[in-house]
């Protein structure tokens, strides 16, 4: 089955301590992209992959970072999480080298205390 | 900055009439989506539209593009208590993707 999977779904953690929530699809797309939903705000794009390698900032990297070291995972960082970054997160791809349609994850939700 | 805004922000139907959303964006694009969101999942691809087509339909969702007013709609018609949800509409340029904030759509049976 084609999908976009994310771990962990739900995250609880505390200010500072690193963490990563990965992001694994397999379709073959060359785009990915991480976005963090915010009541009021929508969904702003964090980061995004054209592929391997190829990473670029969205509207809202500060304070996250990215790795593309295979096509198919896109994990993102967190060094020192903070409470405002406390956020609903989705991982997506798309084929191509553009944001054609894109396939979401489930959703992970991080709350930072 | 948020590129596309819907509006409204909630809309309220009965099942069986016809919803329309809007979105108004601010740069110019290389194509624009429409997605749905069900209550704290992940968004569905519905219709995507590029920037030199006016107008796109798939099942009972039709969508318009105006590039001088830079605005689009989205309609859904013969509404259904199913297609409760939220529904955003993104602008692609270059490769980014920018959301808006999202029509609430609430369809009473």
């Known amino acids: 089955e084609a999908q976009v999977t994310q771990n962990p779904r739900y995250l609880i953690t505390v200010t500072g301590k690193k963490l990563t929530v990965t992001c694994s699809q397999n379709m073959n797309h060359e785009y990915m992209s991480w976005y963090r939903q915010d009541p009021g705000l929508g969904l702003r794009q964090i980061y995004y992959?054209?592929?391997?390698?190829v990473t670029d900032k969205g509207d809202v990297p500060e304070g996250y970072k990215v790795s593309r070291k295979e096509k198919r995972n896109f994990p993102l960082i967190l060094e020192s999480p903070s409470p405002n970054q406390t956020s609903l997160y989705f991982c997506?791809?798309?084929w191509g080298q553009g944001a054609n349609e894109q396939y979401f994850g489930p959703g992970t939700r991080l709350t930072v205390t | 900055s948020q590129q596309g805004e819907e509006d409204p922000q909630a809309l309220s139907i009965q099942e069986g009439e016809n919803a329309t959303m809007n979105c108004s964006y601010k740069t110019s694009i290389n194509n624009l989506q429409w997605y749905r969101q069900n209550s704290g999942r992940g968004l569905v691809h519905l219709i995507l539209i590029r920037s030199n087509e006016r107008e796109k339909h798939s099942g009972r969702l039709r969508v318009t593009l105006d590039t001088s007013k830079k605005s689009s709609s989205l309609l859904i018609t013969a509404s259904r208590a199913a297609d409760t949800a939220s529904y955003f509409c993104a602008t692609v340029n270059r490769r980014a993707l920018t959301f808006g904030s999202g029509t609430r759509l609430q369809v009473q049976p």
């Open positions: 992959s054209m592929n391997v390698e």
């Open positions: 997506a791809s798309s």
